[in-house]
């Protein structure tokens, strides 16, 4: 700031301070420790894995992925709770997978095996158990 002395009452800058009594205000001061602003992240959460949906054979299960915003301390922490970042985009980091195959109880198939008698010959009829 500027320190100016002026007379009284005219308001008039005084050339030297000689006509002002007292000591002069100090020009700067020291500002108070201001708040820090905090680091701004984005990551990506991973849900846990649900069931394996399918009826045999190979299935898939899936989860929730999600990017986040995180404020992050000088320290490293969080400075509040991480909340849903509305573009996906500022997660730059690859993106979990969501989807996976997994294995259910094998598929199986009947096939059955039967001769029946007829009066020119045989008649074949078959019924088999298999496991894909």
């Not at 922490?77 to 690859?94: G, I, K, N, Q, S």
């Amino acid at each position: 700031r500027n320190v100016t002395c002026r007379g009284h009452p005219s308001g008039l800058a005084q050339a030297s301070g000689f006509m002002c009594q007292g000591a002069k205000p100090v020009t700067e001061e020291k500002c108070p420790e201001l708040p820090f602003c905090p680091k701004t992240t984005f990551k990506w959460h991973a849900g846990a894995w649900g069931k394996c949906e399918g009826l045999c054979g190979t299935g898939h299960r899936s989860r929730d992925v999600t990017c986040y915003r995180h404020a992050i301390s000088p320290e490293g922490e969080d400075t509040e709770p991480p909340e849903v970042a509305l573009d996906r985009d500022r997660c730059t980091a690859p993106e979990p997978i969501a989807l996976q195959p997994c294995s259910l109880p094998a598929c199986a198939s009947f096939r059955l095996r039967n001769r029946i008698g007829l009066l020119r010959g045989w008649h074949v009829v078959e019924l088999q158990f298999f496991l894909d």
